[in-house]
């Protein structure tokens, strides 16, 4: 495959904004992996980004994040079929509205 033609997610323009935020340690689960991920990682301006957590647990945790990433995969192609059949029930529902050729 030429190297031209490989699309990554930021020609897509995928990238998750949400991934730069500092992470707030307002629970004590968040707290475990704010300070964690600081001592691990630390950072310059000793702000943790959600990205950064997100490295960590995927280099000590990765049975977990694929789990994660598995089930949400799961329940977007699940999501995908539900929307095409409603959308096949729509259209067949609209084409049942149009008057026939013999009605024209």
Do not use: C, S
């Not at 943790?48 to 960590?56: A, D």
């Not at 647990?57 to 598995?70: D, I, K």
């Not at 609209?94 to 009605?103: C, I």
């Amino acid at each position: 495959m030429n190297e031209e033609n490989i699309i990554n997610e930021k020609d897509l323009d995928l990238e998750n904004p949400d991934l730069k935020k500092e992470a707030v340690a307002d629970t004590v689960v968040k707290q475990f992996l704010v300070n964690y991920t600081g001592d691990k990682l630390q950072p310059e301006n000793e702000k943790v980004t959600v990205e950064m957590i997100v490295e960590t647990v995927a280099e000590e945790f990765p049975e977990f994040l694929m789990a994660v990433a598995e089930e949400n995969w799961m329940r977007g192609y699940h999501q995908a079929l539900t929307d095409v059949d409603v959308g096949i029930q729509a259209e067949k529902e609209q084409n049942e509205k149009l008057p026939t050729e013999e009605e024209k």
